[in-house]
């Protein structure tokens, strides 16, 4: 009987890991660079004419459907991979010790890099608020995770460029932090539902620590892809629909008169409109994509945006749970005041 | 016998995750009962914040996220 064993190379399958990363990554720009040369031989297979309505919106669709699946599959996966440093029992050890003021932009920048789902956002809520965290606080984490998330800004910086991308992620931390510390000062303790009222910092327990792999983080990165690209892309497929009957049909003059930075009742329209627009950051993006290629003001589409992405009645409902009506309507006023601020300011500015 | 807790919304990692301990149990020959708990505020009193958890014999085990089946087995088998 033999006694001898292989010992296995632990190096070998994670090798395999990198590698495999890396020629994703080379398919990845390599499809990337045929963005262009597929949606014009794509569009060529219709039978109408390139420059006219429909051919302009068939290109733009063509377009925009491969380049936008391309890029949420790289963002989500690197957000994934690097959001496995993080964790919301981490993130309310960090938030739970440090001075109110310093918090509040913290808070923010943490709702960026913290991973949680809207579906866990009462337990998140809970367990912030009963570890002590003021509720303002609390707020500006909970506004900056969707409103800034890797999503809509890698997205941004795909489709519309680097200075509106640059723009949105100032304003955008801007409100969280300013929403957060409004709020903090409102002192609306009393308006939280009863129950959490009652709860107490004396029963959170923590978990024991895993130790994660390099491998383990990539492959939670990938885990979000297929979980995320697998929910979104319908909101892609309609964004981009909706962004393609845009810029192929509607004329310049009407998206002027409605969009416009001219008509003052344009920025709170447009923040109207977005709040039960139910969607997410990359179905609403090539939406602006196209509004902003058809002349509608910075101000007007900013506001547009923001309200799509960060004031969400499905969240709203789920918030129910925690807060009394009166502090989600106080939410909804103190935030939209600030995507209103933002939006008056470029349509005066611009 | 031992007690497993699932706390989560009913969201579909919750339910993946409840099928995948109950999986894990019969493949191991433990009897365990699998509960439940959907109640933000139970969830939240077990100090979990990112869905779904686990927790077994009344100690949490898991948060967010579905879990590594050796892991889970180890956990249930303790």
């Given at each position: 009987m033999s006694t001898e064993t292989h010992p296995l190379n632990p190096?070998?399958?994670?090798?395999?890991?990198?590698?495999?990363?890396?020629l994703s990554g080379a398919v990845w720009l390599l499809l990337y660079r045929q963005l262009i040369p597929f949606s014009e031989w794509a569009t060529a297979l219709f039978p109408v004419e390139r420059h006219?309505?429909?051919?302009?919106a068939i290109a733009f669709f063509l377009y925009d459907v491969p380049k936008v699946l391309l890029l949420l599959t790289l963002i989500v996966f690197?957000?994934?991979?690097?959001?496995?440093?993080?964790?919301p029992e981490k993130t309310r050890a960090i938030?739970?010790?440090?001075?109110?003021?310093?918090?509040?932009?913290?808070?923010?920048?943490l709702g960026v890099l913290t991973p949680f789902c809207s579906c866990s956002s009462v337990p998140l809520f809970i367990g912030f608020v009963s570890a002590g965290i003021p509720l303002g606080v609390t707020f500006s984490f909970l506004i900056a995770g969707p409103m800034v998330g890797p999503v809509g800004l890698g997205l941004l910086f795909g489709l519309v460029g680097w200075k509106i991308t640059a723009i949105y992620l100032v304003f955008g931390f801007s409100i969280a932090t300013l929403a957060g510390w409004v709020m903090g000062r409102m002192g609306l303790e009393r308006y939280l539902q009863d129950w959490v009222r009652a709860l107490n910092a004396g029963t959170i327990s923590t978990l024991p620590e895993d130790r994660v792999t390099m491998v383990d983080r990539i492959k939670i990165g990938l885990d979000q892809v297929r979980e995320i690209l697998g929910k979104v892309w319908i909101w892609v497929v309609i964004g981009i629909a909706i962004g393609a009957f845009i810029h192929g049909y509607v004329p310049e003059a009407v998206m002027l008169r409605i969009m416009g930075g001219e008509a003052w009742w344009s920025v709170p329209a447009a923040v109207v409109v977005g709040v039960p627009m139910y969607t997410n950051a990359a179905g609403v993006i090539p939406i602006v994509e196209a509004l902003l290629g058809k002349g509608a003001a910075l101000g007007t589409t900013l506001a547009f945006?923001?309200?799509?992405?960060?004031?969400?009645?499905?969240?709203?409902?789920?918030l129910k749970q925690v807060l009394t009506l009166r502090l989600i309507a106080i939410f909804l006023a103190v935030v939209a005041s600030?995507?209103?601020?933002?939006?008056y300011l470029f349509n005066a500015l611009i | 016998m031992k007690t497993v807790k699932i706390f989560g919304s009913g969201c579909k990692r919750c339910l993946a995750t409840e099928a995948m301990v109950k999986d894990a149990a019969s493949r191991l020959?433990?009897?365990a009962t699998v509960e439940k708990v959907t109640d933000p505020r139970e969830i939240?009193?077990?100090?979990?914040?990112?869905?779904?958890?686990?927790s077994v014999d009344g100690a949490l085990v898991h948060a967010g996220g579905l879990p590594d089946t050796a892991k889970l087995e180890g956990w249930l088998s303790a």
């Open positions: 190096q070998s399958p994670n090798w395999l890991w990198y590698a495999g990363v890396a006219s309505h429909t051919g302009e690197v957000t994934g991979v690097l959001r496995s440093w993080f964790s938030l739970s010790g440090k001075r109110e003021i310093l918090g509040y932009p913290l808070a923010a920048a945006m923001m309200s799509v992405i960060a004031l969400s009645l499905p969240e709203m409902i789920i600030g995507i209103l601020a933002t939006g | 020959g433990i009897e939240a009193m077990a100090g979990v914040m990112s869905t779904p958890g686990i």
